[in-house]
């Protein structure tokens, strides 16, 4: 039996999904038609919450071995995914049929806001 070698550790590596997932919202943004479309009033605002709860997640992985304290990984990661779902809604008034709403981003934040709590609730001083 042979002992295996451990993989070499690379940063950079934890931030692949974020950035991969960021990129399926941008993708998603730049359809001139959202899928699916939904015929309950406001349900888009429940996919952009876990949208972007999601984006804190991966972004709060990302920043976990960065030598921070948690409590400042936490926040960036809220910081970054905020600013991204503003940035997000921005890009929309650039697709057609789409259109920027201040309501849609405070569910992005809102979101973002509830993983960072739970992550910081779950890898958090006990």
Do not use: N
């Not at 941008?26 to 709860?53: L, N, R, W, Y």
């Not at 259109?99 to 006990?126: C, F, N, Q």
Request: aromatic share 12%.
């Amino acid at each position: 039996m042979t002992a295996q070698k451990a993989l070499p550790y690379t940063p950079w590596l934890r931030w692949l999904p974020a950035l991969l997932y960021a990129g399926l919202i941008f993708v998603a943004s730049s359809t001139p038609q959202p899928i699916p479309i939904i015929p309950i009033p406001h349900a888009d605002k429940g996919i952009h919450f876990m949208e972007f709860a999601i984006l804190s997640l991966l972004l709060c992985w990302a920043l976990e071995p960065s030598g921070r304290p948690l409590k400042r990984s936490v926040f960036l990661a809220i910081i970054i995914s905020s600013l991204y779902g503003a940035s997000d809604e921005f890009h929309q008034t650039f697709t057609p049929t789409r259109t920027a709403e201040v309501t849609d981003w405070l569910a992005d934040s809102l979101g973002a806001i509830v993983m960072g709590v739970l992550w910081y609730r779950w890898k958090g001083p006990v």
